[in-house]
């Protein structure tokens, strides 16, 4: 009798798995380290190259400001605007602040925009839009009115009234309803416009125009004081019904105490006693 248990195959491999371990590629390793460490040289070449060159650049007499090209208006002269900018030949073209040059014009109060320009090799160019005054306005003392509607600068000893006015605006109503009182600033504009272009009663009839956000526009005849109420828009249309009678209401103004145009296609001329529709 065999005794199976005795006997043990010879060659019989083990029922676990034997993991070898890989072996490293060292070469593949070495090559890629290599590609690594010239690409990073290269790099920082080019970096350390840029920062020379650029060095360079700086500080070459080649890029310096030689030449100021300067675009202004009437109010604000070259000398002035360039000491505002802070600017003469010699400064680093590069190195200048376009911006902060424009920002620091743009302090005069004439002055509505200003563009700052290089032109290499050698030169700045500056270009500056001046506010243009139509009117004034009083806002507890006078400012210059823009054709742009902005508000922009107390007039200067020496500098012209000559001038519209605009009344009626308060500071309160200016900054609490930037909005509605900028709709009634361009109102406004609207109808000196419209009386700068007109014969029979014109801009030089008139002494202000009153600003109301809900009554709408009135003016002031330049002669006795007579308010005309035109309300809101269509100040053409409005003025055109007035110079039709204007001319045999002249003599009457005397007894005239005021003028009402914001009735559709009438003239109410209102007396010290009495009201009289004029078509």
């Not at 090559?31 to 970096?47: H, M």
């Not at 004439?110 to 005054?133: F, G, M, S, Y």
């Not at 200016?174 to 000196?192: N, T, W, Y």
Request: hydrophobic fraction near 40%; include cysteine.
């Amino acid at each position: 009798m065999h005794d199976l248990k005795q006997r043990r195959s010879k060659g019989v491999r083990s029922n676990r798995r034997v993991e070898e371990k890989p072996r490293r590629d060292w070469s593949g390793l070495c090559r890629r380290s290599g590609r690594c460490f010239v690409l990073a040289l290269g790099v920082g070449a080019i970096l350390l190259g840029s920062y020379v060159a650029w060095g360079w650049l700086l500080k070459t007499p080649f890029l310096r400001v030689a030449n100021i090209d300067v675009t202004s208006g009437d109010r604000v002269n070259v000398e002035q605007i360039l000491e505002l900018g802070d600017i003469h030949p010699g400064l680093e073209l590069l190195r200048l602040d376009l911006d902060m040059i424009g920002h620091k014009i743009a302090e005069e109060p004439w002055i509505a925009e200003v563009k700052v320009e290089r032109a290499l090799p050698d030169t700045l160019r500056i270009r500056v839009r001046e506010h243009q005054p139509i009117a004034l306005i009083n806002l507890d003392c006078l400012y210059y009115v823009s054709t742009q509607g902005v508000i922009f600068k107390i007039p200067d000893r020496g500098e012209s009234f000559d001038f519209p006015l605009l009344s009626g605006m308060s500071r309160d109503f200016l900054f609490d309803q930037p909005q509605k009182a900028q709709e009634l600033i361009q109102q406004g504009l609207e109808l000196v416009r419209e009386l700068q272009n007109r014969k029979g009663f014109a801009l030089e009839d008139v002494s202000e125009i009153h600003l109301d956000s809900n009554r709408g526009l009135s003016l002031y005849t330049l002669e006795r004081g007579i308010p005309i109420q035109l309300g809101h828009g269509r100040f053409a249309a409005k003025l055109d019904r007035f110079e039709k009678i204007y001319d045999r209401l002249k003599s009457r103004l005397p007894v005239v105490r005021a003028i009402d145009l914001n009735v559709a296609d009438r003239v109410i001329v209102k007396h010290e006693r009495k009201s009289v529709h004029r078509s």
